[in-house]
């Protein structure tokens, strides 16, 4: 079955306490990218990455580091996670352009995080 | 920059209304248009996509047309059930933005729809 998988779904932890939310697609696509949701703000892209070794960043970026070292999976670090980023994480993977368009993402199952 | 308005909810509808939940779009280049749903406690789901102007997606009794002259993709369903009442969200992608495929999402409207 074609699917984004990410880990945890749900995780508390502490300020300060480095922290990983892992993402794994099994569908070949090149394109991946990291969003949070916030309740009155929608989705934001926190970061992308086009390829293998090829990240940068979206619209917040601030207080997150990403990875991509083979196809299939872009983890999300939290170096020295804070209350504000307490929100619900999602990983997406997109196989890009085709039939004149852009194709849909696909999205992980979300991370809720809570930062205490 | 590209943006997407749409329509602040709750909406609050009885079963078998009809329902228009309006999403307009600002955009530099030639976008794609989306609408995703998420059911309570679940991930977003592709509920409909048009890549280009005047294209109409439809999927499940819903529908939006991509119209260029009014910057706008509308979502629509003849006769809405309970099982609809989710948050739907607008979004657009334009391949020749910055951030690469990055949707730009509106804020979200949801729908309750009652017995």
């Known amino acids: 079955e074609a699917q984004v998988t990410q880990n945890p779904r749900y995780l508390i932890t502490v300020t300060g306490k480095k922290l990983t939310v892992t993402c794994s697609q099994n569908m070949n696509h090149e394109y991946m990218s990291w969003y949070r949701q916030d309740p009155g703000l929608g989705l934001r892209q926190i970061y992308y990455s086009m390829n293998v070794e090829v990240t940068d960043k979206g619209d917040v970026p601030e207080g997150y580091k990403v990875s991509r070292k083979e196809k299939r999976n872009f983890p999300l670090i939290l170096e020295s996670p804070s209350p504000n980023q307490t929100s619900l994480y999602f990983c997406?993977?997109?196989?890009?352009?085709?039939?004149?368009?852009?194709?849909?993402?696909?999205f992980g199952p979300g991370t809720r995080l809570t930062v205490t | 920059g590209d943006s997407v308005t749409q329509m602040e909810g709750p909406v609050t509808l009885s079963e078998e209304a009809f329902l228009t939940i309006n999403c307009t779009y600002t955009a530099t280049g030639y976008p794609s248009l989306f609408w995703y749903v998420q059911y309570p406690g679940e991930g977003l789901q592709l509920l409909l996509k048009a890549t280009k102007a005047d294209d109409k997606g439809s999927n499940k009794g819903f529908e939006a047309t991509y119209r260029k002259e009014t910057t706008s993709f509308h979502l629509e369903k003849g006769s809405v059930q309970v099982s609809d009442s989710a948050v739907y969200f607008c979004?657009?992608?334009?391949?020749?933005?910055?951030?690469?495929?990055?949707?730009?999402f509106g804020k979200g409207t949801s729908l309750l729809v009652t017995p």
């Open positions: 979004a657009l992608s334009d391949m020749f933005t910055g951030s690469g495929y990055a949707l730009n």
């Open positions: 997406a993977s997109t196989p890009g352009i085709g039939g004149g368009g852009i194709y849909e993402q696909y």
